[in-house]
């Protein structure tokens, strides 16, 4: 990421939290949500645990972790040192991201009543989904707004993609990254690692999965992160309807209302500037305010195309 662009979000630490205008260009239609911008989502969920009630479930949330082709091949090697190769990476990964919220947890006396989110990204198919370890259940939670098939073609937008996402895929992501996070708990002399060795998968089934819609996985995912606290199995729910003209309006509420809870936030110290900003495009005329909207639509568009 470049940070000579213009920045509007940054939080008070050096540890790869900025990001630029461009990042949150995605939160327009039918756009890729950015990695980035799902960082800073996590960022500001985990400062509001800090105001949540002693009776809420307590959670952490950590920056999307990447598995591509080359570190699944790494990480199923049975060449130690690939292995550990892996693992120094996900020791910095995790170790980074508890450097962005030292307030909130120290993983060496873990609290075992968390529920830890993973929001993952799926390189081959541009997709976001997150895998919640629930620790108190001694369980992992795969929380994916795609439903599940050996192999299939998804339109949207006038455009197909091929994706191959099957459950066995899943299943093999999920024990590696309960492998490296277990490892991770032992290297700290966590006491309650064992426990964490045995948790098991299962694969949250939602009246809100979707088979068409592949543009707004992100917003899936950050809506399940903010909505999803360890619920029993089909006692969830995140307020979205079932595929349809009413969930695709809802999507794009809440493409706004995240994008403006994230830069609205206390934790972002550009806060001043996209408020004064905010304050400056309403004091320009209709005409104005409809050709900067459009010449903004159009530079997007154009961008992403």
Request: contains cysteine.
């Amino acid at each position: 990421m470049c940070y000579n662009r213009d920045v509007i979000f940054e939080t008070a630490n050096n540890y790869d939290t900025k990001a630029v205008r461009e990042d949150f260009e995605g939160f327009y239609q039918q756009q890729y949500i950015f990695g980035s911008a799902i960082n800073a989502w996590a960022l500001v969920l985990n400062h509001e645990e800090q105001r949540k009630s002693k009776d809420s479930p307590s959670r952490f949330f950590f920056p999307i972790f990447s598995m591509t082709d080359d570190l699944l091949k790494k990480c199923k090697s049975k060449n130690m040192d690939v292995f550990e190769e892996v693992f120094d990476l996900f020791y910095s990964f995790i170790g980074n991201s508890l450097n962005r919220n030292k307030d909130l947890i120290d993983l060496k006396p873990f609290d075992m009543r968390k529920a830890v989110f993973f929001p993952m990204h799926d390189e081959n198919a541009n997709h976001y989904y997150v895998i919640v370890f629930n620790l108190l259940k001694g369980e992992g939670v795969v929380l994916d707004n795609i439903k599940k098939t050996r192999s299939r073609n998804v339109g949207y937008g006038g455009v197909t993609y091929h994706i191959v996402r099957t459950t066995n895929l899943t299943n093999i992501i999920f024990v590696i990254l309960k492998r490296l996070f277990f490892d991770y708990l032992m290297v700290n002399e966590n006491e309650k690692a064992s426990i964490f060795k045995d948790i098991s998968l299962r694969q949250e089934q939602m009246k809100w999965c979707t088979t068409k819609n592949i543009y707004d996985c992100g917003i899936f995912a950050m809506r399940h992160m903010e909505t999803y606290k360890g619920q029993e199995e089909g006692k969830w729910s995140s307020g979205l309807p079932p595929e349809g003209p009413k969930q695709y309006r809802l999507i794009q509420i809440l493409r706004a209302k995240y994008m403006f809870k994230i830069l609205n936030s206390d934790i972002n110290l550009r806060r001043e500037k996209v408020i004064d900003e905010a304050k400056f495009f309403a004091t320009i005329s209709t005409t104005e305010q409809e050709m900067l909207l459009k010449r903004a639509e159009l530079d997007i568009v154009d961008r992403f195309d």
